[in-house]
């Protein structure tokens, strides 16, 4: 039992919620309404070493997975630039901006009714481009609004509020160009029929070493037409893409802001870009290549983009990877360049750090040690395996804590660590194959999700008969050996990056192995142990077990090729023919280019077997994109009314995103949006969509035999 105050209940949990924000909530002091960042900020590294790094005037990529604290590390730089007179800085939120730029689809359609429209595709495009525009002239406006009101920037403040009003008049005219079409037009492309006419145009072309004459005839040939059809799509991209970058007239757009902000003696303009990784593919692609990149080549220094993602999902286009700088938040990439017991002890040091760091600001005057019960050291390090150094992982742990022991004025044990962390797994981790089966997305993209699924529960199965494996490093171990962690080369990692960026697995090291490969190490969620009675770690005793990760028995890279080879399915685009997987080497070699017919590409795609039934019994008019099941979720597992921000704070998105996704959810019956006793507007799960999504059984358990024994 505990004798803790209330203050320093409401501390623990302050502390706790202050860890749990997402992404662009703001650390502030409640009463006085001051920023907390610059004493709250913890980091990852000594001497501060990721925040300087960020400081410098250098394009940066900012690179760990969700709640790793890039949107903190991005708040800390913008506070310190505040103080600075030469540089200022631009956020931009690019999945909320991408949100905001889509539109109704019958408007699409009606835009491209018109004589000389836009392809639907490109017509995407320039709307996403002009939000952008408009949204990065509005975070500047937003950010040196708060520059004129800040202290701390007294000694130029004199000459700014006399500027200020004339500034923000040129930012408005270009605000007003971006969205007015100064910089864009859909529909104004005039090079578009001399296309069209060319395409059309006889042309000689030498295929398989047979002279062909090309035309608009329908004798052509279908080889001939194939080819005629992928050169034009090129054509397409390319002219299109011209046109883009014509019309926005990028060079003016730079020009014009910095002949603005070196009014202000202004020298660097960092431009923060949050959720990159977010962004479907083709738009990530496009905002690079027609946006960002040339705001970073062509800004002779002025621009420096600071851009927060997810590790392998980064497309650089045609900013210079060699003249970057690139920082990693996650465990290996942030602490793995000595040894695994060194990388242990930094990141154990940056967990308490963080702990420590937030108890003393909200729970000043009651220490750690009056929360915890056991050895203090054993308590921190219980909390960096339960959270893998996460920040925001921490923060929900924290949480879980206070509501099952802290308020029941019970101390923090590490068994009671283990209890939250199985909590937190099994509430946010583990639903991400539930919902996968009712995602708006093709079958053969919902059973890549299961077959992902099969290939964790064969890792967990394994783990769990190791628990009971003759071997000379399992008879020296007393009790039940740790099994947590698994092996496989460096090669084959990629397979696991799925369920790594879903916390599923985490990357722990890299080692020599008994063969002496270079094999990357591997351990499995903490809470998924737990549940799964898997001992997690080592063993004690550092000297005869500082190879344990790398034995033989650890190997999983049979296990991964066993998966391949039932799981993965080549087949041709065009003939629709199927290949072995043992084929796939000799197709990468011709370019993936199809065997039998000579014209289509072959693709490999992951299937599940197992639960192809489970998959194909999902009604169709069921599926929905993930944000809309995500409200939905949270919404079921809280069990009560919620305002978006709350639930924007478990989907790690903006308020206005929730708004906008909870109308379309209302509008299908799925939810009920009410005010509540303040007047404010409220979400509420129906019982339709509680019946129909969470009450027919949840398969998100994995199959790996009875959970305990």
């Known amino acids: 039992m505990t004798n803790l105050s209330k203050d320093a209940l409401k501390g623990f949990n302050d502390a706790a919620q202050s860890l749990r924000l997402y992404r662009r909530a703001d650390l502030t002091d409640p009463d006085k309404g001051n920023s907390l960042i610059e004493a709250l900020y913890v980091d990852p590294l000594p001497e501060q070493q990721i925040f300087v790094t960020m400081l410098r005037p250098n394009t940066t990529f900012l690179i760990g997975r969700k709640g790793t604290g890039k949107s903190t590390i991005f708040q800390r730089l913008q506070y310190e630039l505040r103080k600075v007179k030469h540089q200022t800085s631009a956020y931009i939120d690019i999945k909320t901006l991408y949100e905001s730029s889509q539109v109704d689809a019958a408007l699409t359609e009606r835009a491209q009714a018109a004589v000389g429209a836009m392809p639907r595709e490109y017509i995407h495009r320039v709307l996403l481009h002009r939000e952008f525009l408009r949204q990065f002239v509005l975070a500047i406006k937003d950010e040196l609004s708060k520059r004129v009101k800040s202290t701390m920037w007294s000694r130029v403040r004199e000459k700014v509020t006399r500027s200020h009003s004339e500034l923000f008049e040129a930012l408005d005219e270009l605000l007003d160009d971006a969205s007015e079409g100064r910089f864009i037009s859909v529909l104004g492309i005039k090079n578009l029929k001399q296309k069209t006419s060319s395409t059309s145009a006889q042309k000689k072309e030498m295929i398989d070493g047979l002279d062909v004459a090309a035309s608009a005839s329908p004798e052509l040939r279908a080889k001939a037409t194939n080819n005629q059809s992928q050169s034009t799509n090129i054509t397409n991209e390319t002219e299109f893409g011209d046109v883009l970058m014509h019309s926005l007239d990028v060079n003016e757009l730079i020009s014009r802001l910095k002949s603005l902000l070196e009014r202000l003696g202004i020298r660097n303009l960092y431009l923060l870009i949050d959720d990159f990784s977010e962004l479907p593919f083709d738009a990530m692609k496009t905002v690079v290549d027609v946006l960002l990149a040339p705001l970073n080549n062509w800004s002779d220094e002025f621009v420096k983009l600071k851009i927060a993602a997810y590790p392998g999902r980064v497309y650089y286009g045609e900013i210079d990877k060699t003249k970057i700088d690139e920082i990693h938040l996650d465990l290996y990439r942030l602490y793995g360049l000595a040894d695994v017991t060194k990388m242990e002890e930094s990141a154990i040091d940056f967990t308490e750090r963080l702990v420590r760091g937030r108890l003393s600001h909200f729970a000043r005057g009651t220490l750690p040690e009056e929360y915890f019960d056991g050895e203090l050291q054993e308590i921190w390090r219980t909390l960096f395996f339960a959270t893998m150094g996460n920040p925001r992982n921490l923060g929900y742990l924290m949480h879980f804590l206070y509501e099952s022991h802290l308020i029941y004025k019970q101390r923090l044990s590490r068994r009671a660590i283990s209890e939250a962390a199985r909590k937190y797994y099994e509430e946010k981790v583990e639903s991400y194959f539930y919902i996968g089966k009712f995602l708006h997305e093709s079958f053969n993209e919902r059973s890549s999700i299961y077959s992902l699924k099969e290939l964790l529960e064969s890792i967990v199965k394994r783990a769990r008969e190791l628990r009971s494996h003759d071997s000379s490093v399992i008879r020296q171990i007393k009790g039940r050996p740790p099994t947590s962690h698994f092996h496989v080369p460096v090669t084959q990692e990629a397979l696991l990056s799925s369920l790594e960026l879903n916390f599923f697995l985490t990357k722990y090291f890299e080692m020599s192995d008994r063969d002496g490969r270079k094999v990357a190490v591997f351990a499995l969620n903490f809470g998924l142990c737990d549940k799964y009675t898997i001992s997690f770690g080592r063993p004690a005793g550092e000297r005869e077990f500082r190879l344990y990760f790398v034995e033989r028995i650890f190997d999983f890279t049979a296990l991964l090729v066993a998966y391949l080879a039932k799981n993965q399915e080549i087949q041709c685009e065009s003939c629709r023919t199927k290949f072995p997987i043992e084929q796939l080497e000799a197709l990468r070699l011709y370019g993936m280019r199809c065997p039998k017919c000579g014209q289509g590409v072959c693709t490999v795609t992951n299937l599940s077997k197992k639960y192809a ?97």
């Open 613 to 709: 039934g489970t998959i194909a019994a999902v009604d169709e008019a069921l599926l929905l994109p993930r944000m809309e099941l995500g409200i939905l979720q949270t919404l079921a597992q809280e069990g009560e009314p919620m305002r978006a921000g709350a639930i924007a704070s478990e989907l790690d998105c903006s308020y206005q995103m929730i708004g906008k996704r909870g109308k379309i959810l209302a509008n299908r019956g799925l939810l009920a949006r009410d005010e509540n006793d303040d007047g404010i507007r409220v979400f509420s799960i129906s019982e339709e969509a509680k019946s129909v999504y969470f009450s027919a059984g949840d398969d998100s358990e994995l199959d790996v035999g009875t959970k305990r024994s």
